[in-house]
C-alpha cells in the first residue's frame, strides 16, 4: 500500500515539474492566499484600509428562517456577512461552468483561482467584522453555512469525476453529516465555528484540490482516498461536538451521558470500515 503512495507522490511532483499550466495555477492561487492573509493578518489594522469595508446594521435578530435570509441578503457586500454571501451568491454559478468546462484545463485553472478566493475569504470576513466591532451571532451562523455551501458542491463535482465509487460515497457520507451538523448548529450553546470545524474546512479544501488533478488526467486514488478519510473523520467529529452539545443541554441533567459515548462508538466503527473499504485500493 505505502508503494502505491510513494507512486502517486513521485506522479504528483513530476506532473507540476512538466505541466506548465499546474505551475502557474498554483503560483497563481499562492499569490491569491497570500494577499487576502495580508490584509487579515496586517492591512486591516490600517485605517485606510479597514474605511474600504462596511457595517451590517440592524435592530432586531430574527428567529424566522425567512427573515433571517433577507438580512443575509441586505447585507453590504463589504461588511463581514457580506462578504460570507459572496461565497453564496457565486456557488452555483461557478459549479454550472465548472462542469461545462472541467477538462478545459485552461478554463478549469482559471476557474480554480475564484475558488481560491472564496475559500480564503472564510478568514476574510471574520477579520473585517471583528476590525469593525460587528461580529454577529448571524454571521456566527452565516459563515459556516456558506463554508458548506461552497465547498460541498465544489467536492461533489471533482468526485463524480474522479471515477471512483470511494470517493463518491465518501463525499455524500461527508455532505450528509456537514448539512445535519449544519441544521443543528443554531441550537448548541456556541454557533460560532470551533477549531474542529476549521480544521475540517482546511482538509475539505486540500482534498478538493488534490482530487481535482483529474483534470490533467492525474487520478491520486490513495493520496485522495486518505485526505478524503481525514477530511470524514473530522466532519463527523465536529458533529458529534454539536451533538454532544445537544445533548449537554438537553439531557445531560436527566443522568444520560451513555447517550454520547454510545454513539461515539458507532462513530469508530463506521470510520474503521472506511478505512478497510480505502485499503481495498490495494
Known amino acids: 500500500m505505502f508503494d502505491n503512495y510513494a507512486l502517486e507522490f513521485l506522479l504528483l511532483k513530476n506532473s507540476f515539474a512538466e505541466n506548465q499550466i499546474l505551475q502557474m495555477e498554483f503560483l497563481s492561487s499562492l499569490i491569491v492566499v497570500i494577499v487576502i492573509l495580508w490584509i487579515v493578518y496586517r492591512g486591516l489594522r490600517y485605517r485606510k484600509i479597514r474605511e474600504c469595508f462596511a457595517i451590517h446594521k440592524y435592530e432586531i435578530e430574527p428567529v424566522n428562517t425567512i427573515e433571517r435570509f433577507k438580512l443575509y441578503i441586505d447585507a453590504p457586500l463589504l461588511s463581514g456577512n457580506g462578504i460570507c454571501m459572496w461565497r453564496v451568491y457565486l456557488s452555483i454559478p461557478l459549479a454550472i461552468i ?93 454557533p460560532a465555528a470551533n477549531w474542529v470545524g476549521k480544521t475540517k474546512t482546511v482538509f475539505k479544501v486540500i482534498t478538493i484540490y488534490v482530487v481535482s488533478l483529474n483534470r490533467f488526467d492525474l487520478y491520486l486514488d490513495y493520496i485522495g482516498g486518505i485526505l478524503l478519510v481525514i477530511s470524514a473523520i473530522f466532519t463527523f467529529a465536529s458533529f458529534y461536538l454539536k451533538l454532544k452539545d445537544r445533548l449537554h443541554l438537553r439531557f445531560w441533567k436527566k443522568e444520560k451521558p451513555h447517550a454520547c459515548v454510545g454513539f461515539l462508538i458507532i462513530l469508530i466503527n463506521i470510520f474503521s470500515y472506511m478505512l478497510h473499504f480505502q485499503l481495498l485500493f490495494t
Open 98 to 190: 465548472t462542469v461545462i468546462f472541467y477538462k478545459e484545463t485552461v478554463i478549469s485553472s482559471i476557474l480554480l483561482q475564484f475558488y481560491v478566493f472564496l475559500f480564503v475569504t472564510d478568514a476574510l470576513d471574520g477579520a473585517v467584522a471583528r476590525s469593525l466591532n460587528n461580529v454577529t451571532n448571524l454571521g456566527k451562523v452565516l459563515d459556516p453555512f456558506a463554508d458548506k455551501f461552497l465547498d460541498l458542491i465544489i467536492l461533489a463535482i471533482v468526485c463524480l469525476f474522479a471515477n471512483n465509487n470511494f470517493f463518491v460515497f465518501t463525499a455524500i457520507f461527508i455532505s450528509m453529516v456537514d448539512i445535519a451538523g449544519q441544521f443543528m448548529r443554531s441550537k448548541t450553546s456556541n
